[in-house]
């Protein structure tokens, strides 16, 4: 488990999720498996438009050290984050 600190929100990577976190809830968190496929990616309401997910996809390619890919199905909010049409 690796934890860091921001300025609101504590980053905590342990076995396939990374979870953004503050001391009153959690801001979001990113599922994935080592071949690159997130299976999950969630934004707490309060904290979205704020490019949050952005920043949990760009934490596991660099943990990874390869392209993601979501895995099916893909929600309409997921297909934008990925620019998929």
Not at 8 to 16: K, R, S
Not at 52 to 59: E, F, I, N, Q, T
Request: proline share 5%.
């Amino acid at each position: 488990m690796i934890n860091n600190s921001n300025d609101f929100y504590e980053t905590t990577q342990m076995d396939g999720v990374i979870t953004f976190k503050n001391k009153n809830t959690t801001i979001g968190f990113i599922r994935f498996n080592d071949n690159g496929e997130v299976e999950y990616i969630f934004v707490n309401p309060t904290f979205r438009k704020q490019g949050m997910a952005k920043k949990l996809l760009k934490l596991t390619r660099k943990k990874l050290g390869k392209d993601l890919t979501p895995q099916d199905p893909i929600s309409p909010l997921g297909k934008k984050l990925f620019n998929i049409t």
